[in-house]
């Protein structure tokens, strides 16, 4: 059985937070996504969850961007690793 651990999944949410230009300076599990933190707006939030989608084959549905905007980098990597492991391996 294969899980993606969650320091991968913090690495990469921070890699593309960087490559969407946003300052992951003292950004921590405890860091929110949204206002006052990474201050992601939804925008952002989509193109987060596009990039994640596109990476570990989950799937977010429109809306949870708002859901997803209240979370801290710690609640979201523990949400998105509990989503892989709950996810069959797509074959397709």
């Known amino acids: 059985m ?4 969650t320091d991968e999944i913090r ?3 921070l890699s593309s937070l960087k490559e969407m230009n946003y300052s992951v300076a003292g950004v921590d599990d405890g860091t929110p996504l ?3 933190g990474v201050d992601l ?3 952002a939030l989509a193109e ?3 990039r994640v ?3 570990f084959g ?3 549905e429109e809306d949870e961007a708002e859901v997803l905007g209240t979370m801290t980098v710690g609640e979201f990597g523990a949400a998105l690793a ?3 492991a709950s996810t069959p391996a797509a074959g397709q």
């Open 34 to 36: 949204g206002p006052a």
């Open 48 to 50: 987060l969850g596009i």
């Open 53 to 55: 989608e596109e990476r």
């Open 2 to 5: 294969s899980t993606v651990e």
């Open 58 to 60: 989950v799937v977010f």
């Open 41 to 43: 707006e939804s925008l």
């Open 11 to 13: 690495a990469f949410v």
């Open 82 to 84: 509990a989503r892989i």
